[in-house]
């Protein structure tokens, strides 16, 4: 029998880069968990945790949650995986979340497969969020607070000051991968998979 393989693969790119998209195709096609902080931090926020609580306001304002509460959410998903087969989509946002990351996939004895970095025109990224923000008031849905272009332009300047550090950490470690994101899905998708290893 084939034994599976470790991989991780983690998506890097601005707000509205179609990181959470292609992240989840992957997932399901390269049978790959995928573990999406925004979507976690969202669900405590919807379930009305005393952990949502805290961080609702942080979301709503574009700014990133403290590093501690990341980390240790990460490590709670990773306990005891075998193989480590994961996707990171949102995660790491910061060097020290990086640097945590780095510590414990080097426990688990799993190291960074491949760092895919989507790059899309600024304002084509404002409006795909405010465009999603419209589309679910349209259906009935609630839209994310976050994506208004108020909103989204706080999550820019933040990505710029805070996570785009994680574009030359990646980079000196030979992991980094530039990804076109501008075009259909499938086009992106195909980009993507012509940079894994
Ligand atoms: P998070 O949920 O991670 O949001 P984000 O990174 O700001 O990104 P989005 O989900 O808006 O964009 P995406 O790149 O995933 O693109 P998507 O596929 O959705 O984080 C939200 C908040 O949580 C943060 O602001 C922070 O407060 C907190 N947080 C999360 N992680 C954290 C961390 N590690 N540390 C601290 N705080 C953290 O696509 C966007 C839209 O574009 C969709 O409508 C999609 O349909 C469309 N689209 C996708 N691809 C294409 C395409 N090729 N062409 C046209 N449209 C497209």
């Given amino acids: 029998m084939t034994q599976r393989k470790n991989k991780v693969v983690i998506f890097l790119g601005p707000p509205g880069a179609g990181k959470g998209t292609q992240a989840e195709r992957l997932a399901r096609e390269g049978g790959l968990t995928k573990i999406s902080t925004g979507d976690i931090l969202r669900d405590h ?5 005393e952990l949502g609580r805290r961080v ?6 574009g700014q990133l949650v403290p590093d501690d509460i990341l980390i240790a959410l990460i490590r709670d ?7 480590v087969r994961v996707i990171f989509d949102g995660f790491p946002r910061t060097t020290a979340q990086a640097e945590a990351l780095d510590m414990l996939l ?3 004895g799993a190291p960074v497969s491949a760092v895919p970095l989507l790059e899309v025109p600024d304002e084509v990224l ?15 849905q609630t839209p994310r607070a976050d994506d208004t272009e108020e909103v989204a332009r706080k999550r820019q300047q933040v990505y ?6 994680l574009i030359d950490y990646y980079g000196g470690r030979s992991h980094l991968r530039h990804v076109d994101g501008v075009g259909t899905m499938d086009e992106v998708y195909a980009r993507i998979m012509g940079t894994m290893p």
């Fill in 77 to 83: 998903r990773l306990a005891g995986m075998e193989p």
């Fill in 106 to 108: 080097e426990e688990l």
């Fill in 45 to 49: 926020v919807a379930r009305g945790t």
């Fill in 126 to 140: 404002i409006e795909r969020i405010v465009e999603r923000g419209r589309q679910a008031v349209a259906s009935g």
């Fill in 56 to 61: 609702k306001p942080i979301l709503d304002a």
């Fill in 160 to 165: 710029r000051e805070q996570t785009q550090p």
